[in-house]
């Protein structure tokens, strides 16, 4: 999860470095259709079944119009409203997963010292990205009801993959799900919003792109959606608090942008956050 989250913090620079000469929705679009094809050349090299009836396939379906709900409501939210109220809206997201555990998986429930670890948690991103002020206008209300929607679809795709029939299958076909559902919706979204691809992109660009086509979508979202079914989807949710923390010092290595005194403190709280949610009984 730590590796994970690293790359996932290192995600969001990419993504800020190729939109110049790749617009959002259309990387988006492109890096869904090309995980398609990495991962579908992987599991043709390792045998893994794509196309044996094991009743997965509505919550395959389900699970990927999830995933390109997420990305559509962020994108566009983020036309609307600030990066840093973006951060702390998508992560909500883990506080939305412990809810639904509750019902969706028995025995996956927090008790009172996981609750606290999860609000000192969340605490920490709060304190590194500072306390949202009210909307100063009727759009960036809207952009940060979107955030919250993401953060409710990525929830909810988690637990589909949690408690559905998902969980019985390899990850790489799970993520093949999604990716061949939401590289057309994407990709009609680019279309929407009239996003186009002036010129050949930069080197810059491109080598931020395969970074996340290649590494974060086509293997980092596979190695995520296993350790969902192997292991507590509310706890391991927690852990992705690490990834804002991560994308605010690889904005400092990589974009020299500064670093406050209160990041310090945000890393200790999300640490001490993290020690209470993983404690064992």
């Given amino acids: 999860m730590l590796g994970l989250c690293l790359s996932w913090g290192f995600n969001n620079v990419a993504i800020k470095l190729a939109i110049p000469d790749i617009p959002p929705f259309t990387q988006s679009a492109a890096r869904s259709l090309i995980a398609t094809l990495l991962v579908g050349l992987w599991t043709q090299f390792r045998g893994i079944p794509l196309f044996r009836r094991d009743g997965t396939l509505r919550a395959g379906i389900l699970a990927g119009i999830l995933f390109a709900l997420e990305f559509v409501l962020i994108y566009r939210g983020l036309v609307w409203t600030s990066v840093t109220r973006a951060t702390l809206f998508l992560y909500l997201a883990p506080f939305f997963v412990v809810l639904g555990s509750r019902w969706l998986v028995p025995g996956d429930q927090f008790r009172p010292a996981q609750w606290l670890g999860l609000g000192l948690s969340f605490a920490g991103i709060v304190i590194a990205f500072g306390l949202p002020t009210p909307a100063v206008s009727p759009h960036q209300l809207l952009g940060d009801l979107m955030l919250v929607g993401a953060a409710m679809a990525w929830a909810a795709t988690t637990l589909v993959i949690k408690a559905s029939a998902l969980n019985r299958i390899s990850a790489e076909k799970t993520l093949l799900y999604q990716l061949v559902v939401s590289a057309p919706l994407l990709a009609a979204g680019a279309l929407l919003s009239g996003e186009r691809v002036n010129g050949m992109p930069s080197a810059l660009a491109l080598g931020a792109f395969t970074y996340q086509a290649v590494w974060v979508v086509s293997v980092t979202f596979a190695v995520w959606f296993a350790l969902v079914v192997r292991y507590s989807a509310a706890r391991l949710s927690v852990f992705t608090f690490l990834a804002p923390l991560?994308?605010?010092?690889?904005?400092?290595?990589?974009?020299?942008?500064?670093?406050?005194?209160?990041?310090?403190?945000?890393?200790?709280?999300?640490?001490?956050?993290?020690?209470?949610?993983?404690?064992?009984?």
């Avoid at 005194?261 to 640490?271: E, H, I, K, Q, R």
């Fill in 246 to 281: 991560f994308g605010v010092a690889a904005g400092h290595f990589v974009l020299n942008e500064p670093l406050t005194p209160a990041f310090t403190m945000s890393v200790a709280l999300v640490a001490l956050g993290l020690l209470l949610v993983n404690r064992p009984r």
